[in-house]
């Protein structure tokens, strides 16, 4: 079973950036496409962006897209998210989700899930 973890939240003012890790505990999650979503207080879950295992196809929502950047490290089973000109509505709680079926925007179509990591951008 993969088993993930994030790391790299905090608090940071509007304008700032923060990166964020997950670091996968199987090898196997190396053929796992990766996704992060974020929940914000009262609302419900949604997706990101993706990554894709074999290409490196990185697919965003429109909110993120010029902003935020994923990436994976195959060799230290960590996937990334870059996120610069952050601003308050990107506070919420980020999770990354790992699934082996094809990369999807929605939280229903992935397996595996973290804990998730707390951002939050003040104005």
């Known amino acids: 079973q993969v088993q993930l973890g994030e790391s790299g939240g905090g608090l940071v003012q509007a304008g700032g950036s923060l990166r964020l890790s997950c670091a996968a505990s199987?090898?196997?999650?190396?053929?796992?496409?990766m996704g992060w979503f974020r929940q914000a207080p009262g609302k419900e879950r949604e997706f990101v962006a993706y990554i894709t295992w074999f290409t490196g196809t990185t697919y965003y929502a429109d909110s993120v897209k010029g902003r935020f950047t994923i990436s994976r490290d195959n060799a230290k089973n960590t996937v990334y998210l870059q996120m610069n000109s952050l601003k308050p509505e990107d506070t919420a709680i980020y999770h990354c989700?790992?699934?082996?079926?094809?990369?999807?925007?929605?939280?229903?179509?992935?397996?595996?899930w973290g804990q998730g990591t707390q951002v939050t951008v003040s104005s």
């Open positions: 989700a790992s699934t082996p079926r094809a990369p999807s925007t929605s939280q229903r179509d992935y397996d595996y």
């Open positions: 199987e090898r196997t999650w190396r053929t796992s496409n």
